[in-house]
């Protein structure tokens, strides 16, 4: 039988975990990073051509805080790592890594044109042709922050992973509401589901890259931008 003062010993567990969730700290913009190449580097001149329109949910919360582009040393790759300030669900946790950790990559040809785009999607990559498409574009879930090519059919994402169940989960309010007592932060995404698919908050990315650098190796630059507690997912799509 549960008592009351077990049901009191419990919340109090559960508020002190809580209060343990963790707390960003980005570290200062270091002077002397690894790998990282002037502004006016051709790599960096293309990385900035090449980086992409992201498209937020019109009512995210969360800020994007910092932003990495690397380009790879012997492909014609450019990866683009985003640290988004939270993810909106498990911030509450102390074994969570704070911030949110995604990331999105452009593959371009011998005129430097765009040609594939891959995107980082809750553990699975998604792929799309970008050829003769112009600009690359992103879309950036509401909350979570997977990202998804522009244009990409829904239906054709992985079944544990399609937009409804995402959906559904942003109405499991004792998770949200955990969440604010760790951090400033949504109680629910509180409109209809036509809504959590409307991206209409232009970013441009170029604009927002904290550094640029030239390494097939992303964690030595990462560590030192993001922090030792960034998610470190795998570094490229191949």
Same mark, same amino acid.
């Given at each position: 039988?549960?008592?009351?003062?077990?049901?009191?010993?419990?919340?109090?567990?559960?508020?002190?975990?809580?209060?343990?969730?963790?707390?960003?700290?980005?570290?200062?913009?270091?002077?002397?990073?690894?790998?990282?190449?002037?502004?006016?580097?051709?790599?960096?001149?293309?990385?900035?051509?090449?980086?992409?329109?992201?498209? +937020?949910?019109?009512?995210?919360?969360? &800020? @994007?805080?910092?932003?990495? $582009?690397? !380009?790879? %040393? *012997?492909?014609?790759?450019?990866?683009?790592?985003?640290?988004?300030?939270?993810?909106?669900?498990?911030?509450?946790?102390?074994?969570?890594?704070?911030?949110?950790?995604?990331?999105?990559?452009?593959?371009?040809?011998?005129?430097?044109?765009?040609?594939?785009?891959?995107?980082?999607?809750?553990?699975?990559?998604?792929?799309?042709?970008?050829?003769?498409?112009?600009?690359?574009?992103?879309?950036?879930?509401?909350?979570?922050?997977?990202?998804?090519?522009?244009?990409?059919?829904?239906?054709? +994402?992985?079944?544990?992973?399609?937009? &409804? @169940?995402?959906?559904?989960? $942003?109405? !499991?309010? %004792? *998770?949200?509401?955990?969440?604010?007592?760790?951090?400033?932060?949504?109680?629910?995404?509180?409109?209809?589901?036509?809504?959590?698919?409307?991206?209409?908050?232009?970013?441009?990315?170029?604009?927002?890259?904290?550094?640029?650098?030239?390494?097939?190796?992303?964690?030595?630059?990462?560590?030192?931008?993001?922090?030792?507690?960034?998610?470190?997912?795998?570094?490229?799509?191949?």
């Amino acid at each position: 039988m549960i008592t009351r003062g077990t049901l009191l010993a419990a919340l109090a567990g559960a508020m002190t975990l809580t209060a343990c969730g963790p707390h960003v700290r980005l570290p200062s913009h270091p002077v002397d990073i690894p790998f990282a190449m002037a502004e006016s580097d051709s790599g960096a001149v293309l990385a900035r051509q090449l980086a992409p329109t992201l498209y +937020l949910q019109a009512d995210e919360t969360f &800020p @994007l805080a910092r932003a990495v $582009a690397v !380009v790879h %040393p *012997d492909r014609p790759i450019i990866g683009y790592y985003l640290l988004w300030q939270h993810d909106v669900t498990g911030r509450w946790s102390p074994f969570s890594k704070g911030t949110d950790e995604e990331e999105i990559w452009v593959r371009y040809d011998t005129t430097h044109a765009p040609t594939d785009l891959w995107t980082y999607w809750h553990g699975a990559i998604l792929h799309t042709s970008w050829r003769d498409k112009g600009q690359v574009l992103v879309d950036v879930q509401w909350g979570k922050h997977g990202s998804l090519p522009h244009g990409v059919d829904l239906n054709d +994402l992985p079944p544990l992973r399609r937009m &409804p @169940l995402f959906y559904g989960m $942003a109405w !499991v309010l %004792p *998770d949200l509401w955990l969440g604010r007592l760790s951090s400033p932060g949504p109680l629910c995404f509180c409109h209809d589901y036509e809504r959590y698919l409307d991206f209409d908050r232009p970013l441009r990315l170029a604009t927002r890259l904290d550094v640029i650098a030239r390494t097939a190796h992303p964690d030595s630059v990462l560590t030192v931008v993001f922090g030792d507690r960034y998610a470190r997912k795998r570094p490229w799509p191949f």
